[in-house]
């Protein structure tokens, strides 16, 4: 019991130790701002979970996301402060009375905007709608939007995935300090986390093999059962869903296309190929109708901003230069530059060759192939920064949270295991 009771506090307090060292050491005014009111709520928390009423009335929880989300976002939305990729959102939005959603590299050379380049995909635009439409203040700030759509995708994807205690695992989430410090500077990268754990969530119930004949009515009404999950790992996914909810993410940001492939490559290994061309198809679609109209009518201005800028390749450099291993081989020069490119290149291929020799066949190998990929990419990627790690901490997190995390893929069951289990199934 006592144990119980201080293991709330000893998480509080590391994370006011961690955001009190981003309060001294951090250079934006923005992340100064959220480590120092964030510094005094989790100190003030892990003083409250000590208390004897706490656990009753989640007190701790309460004062973590207050002081570490509420309070800071509220300051920095209500005085139009934030770091320059939410601004990005913004202006995004507003070009939509233009006509378009991307400026060349030519207006951009030009213009006023010396972070002028949006690397993002069409449906981020949506979380700057709000700004565009009735300017600024708390009520139209993309970070607000950002996070209410993170809490409603991640609780779903936690519920989609067999919790029980979806609600408050999703609050102690943005209450922590992955969720909390990107989200009150920036919060764009977040939607795109809460797609892609959804996706995984309605890919975390497919069977590794299909059913025998004549028990597919069986397992499709009961694949809730415990012990036809034993037999059938996966009973009951939704591969349509999932590539809804993987498209959308991949049609927000580039970031989200590995796990298009490598849930692409579980549904094939573990289903078979028609759920991964129904997941495929799903995906296609969002795809399509999300950036077939601009390819369409921006096809030059799309590849600038969302494939040559987030390499470098463009007259403005990005922003992005936190000191990762690619990004300092990319700032000795065009040599260095290229050859980043060239070991980002080289991994992608060396990890695609491993997914393809052993490709998963649950939701833990893919994520785990999901979290390599995505350090890989933003450890030698030219331009990267600290923050994108929220990629792949974020959605191990939510394995962890979901119960999976420790998960093992079972051996399909056979025809006697098969038969054992539906019988144990009430009809």
Known sequence: ???QIREPAVRYAAFAIFAALVALLAAPAPHRLWGGCAAVAY???GLASLSPWARARHLPLVVALAGAVLAPLGWLAAHGVAMPEAGVVERSAALLQHGRLYETSGALTSGPHLYGYDPYLPVMMIFGLPHAMFGPGIATDPRVWDGVAF???TGAALRVA?????V?????LVASPLIAFPLTVSGNDLPVVGLICLGLAFASAGPPHAPAPGQGGALAGRW????????????GARPAAAGLALGAAAAMKATAWPALIIVGVLFAARNGPRPAGRFALAAAAVLAAATGPVLATE??????NTIMFPLGLTRTVSTAASPLPGHLLAATGPA???AAIVLLVTATAMLAGALLLFPPHGIPGATWFLVLAFTLMFTLAPASRWGYFVYPIGIYAWLWLAGHAGARPRAPAGPSGTKRALASIPA
């Open 1 to 3: 019991m006592r144990s």
């Open 43 to 45: 100190g003030c928390a």
């Open 151 to 153: 809490a409603v995708l």
């Open 162 to 166: 067999g919790s029980s205690q979806a």
């Open 168 to 172: 408050r695992r999703t609050a102690l």
């Open 224 to 235: 809730r059962s415990p012990a036809l999950r034993t037999a059938f790992p996966g009973a």
């Open 299 to 304: 096809p030059a201005a799309l590849i600038q």
């Open 336 to 338: 260095g530059h290229l």
